[in-house]
């Protein structure tokens, strides 16, 4: 590979005509990502596969399809641990969780709907269900009076096939306090498995938040969510897409229900009103009405 090799422009009627085969074959719709980030992953494909010019480049993706998938997972790359931003799940864990289960109390209800959107490996869905597990135990209250539905969606089924497994490297537990390591994980041969009563919890199913067909996840039926995560996705895709997205996602909330964003994402616009903010720097807000 060539290291030092400068990035080749790539006109946008060539970058239409690569959006528009990745659409035709997967469904997928990248072409109202942010421009900049697109090409400089491209250019990452083009120097790993060893091809001069995108032109080329298109031409090995309608050859191969391995290299089709490649792109794919290049395109919607990755960065997940257990508990990212520690912050923000001390947060969820005696803010928010308590709130919410004192407000299912409250109305007689017994169900609890939570979403991650963008979920890659699993790793936040799964942290969010321990909160609840610990939540409960600390409580001495029965989990099994709730019904929780637990959904984490992503478009790269690769990335859902391995958080189905629950199986994880070291470098993805380093923020998991020991208490919690100790009770829902097992450790073997250098990795840590999640325990069946965690990963019972959660469904992972295939979706593309930028979907205006089915703007949740397709398992998930219906939409009220209490709790909905959308962290560090939106910074991909253009302002008039996270309008699209955030507009969604208040349409999916109950009334009173919580929306969690990225450290780099906030809300704007008209859709600062629809919210209120509970903590700027965890970026938590609950919907109003």
């Not at 229900?257 to 965890?282: H, M, P, Q, R, W």
Request: with cysteine; charged share 30%.
């Amino acid at each position: 590979m060539e290291l030092n090799r400068q990035m080749p422009e790539i006109d946008d009627q060539t970058l239409n005509d690569l959006f528009a085969k990745v659409k035709q074959k997967y469904g997928y719709d990248f072409s109202r990502y942010r421009r900049e980030m697109v090409k400089r992953r491209l250019f990452k494909r083009l120097l790993n596969s060893e091809v001069e010019d995108y032109h080329n480049y298109i031409k090995l993706l309608e050859r191969d399809a391995q290299e089709f998938k490649r792109l794919i997972e290049d395109l919607t790359i990755k960065v997940s641990y257990f508990f990212r931003d520690p912050f923000v799940f001390e947060f969820l864990a005696y803010v928010v969780i308590p709130e919410l289960i004192k407000t299912k109390k409250r109305n007689n209800d017994q169900i609890i709907r939570i979403w991650s959107a963008g979920c890659a490996y699993g790793e936040e869905i799964y942290s969010v269900a321990i909160l609840l597990l610990d939540y409960f135990e600390r409580k001495k209250m029965n989990i099994q009076e709730y019904e929780i539905f637990l959904f984490g969606t992503d478009i790269d089924e690769s990335a859902l096939e391995k958080a189905q497994k629950g199986v994880y490297p070291e470098e993805s537990v380093l923020e998991v306090k020991k208490r919690f390591l100790d009770k829902y994980f097992v450790y073997k041969n250098g990795l840590y498995y999640l325990r069946d009563e965690v990963k019972r919890m959660v469904t992972f199913c295939q979706h593309d938040v930028i979907s205006s067909k089915q703007i949740t996840p397709p398992s998930g039926v219906i939409c009220n969510y209490d709790l909905i995560l959308c962290r560090n996705l939106l910074i991909y895709f253009d302002i008039s897409l996270q309008k699209q997205i955030l507009l969604n996602l208040y349409h999916a909330l109950n009334p009173g229900g919580y929306l969690v964003l990225g450290e780099a994402e906030s809300l704007f616009g008209e859709l600062e009103l629809l919210f209120d903010c509970l903590n700027i720097k965890t970026k938590v807000y609950q919907k109003r009405g």
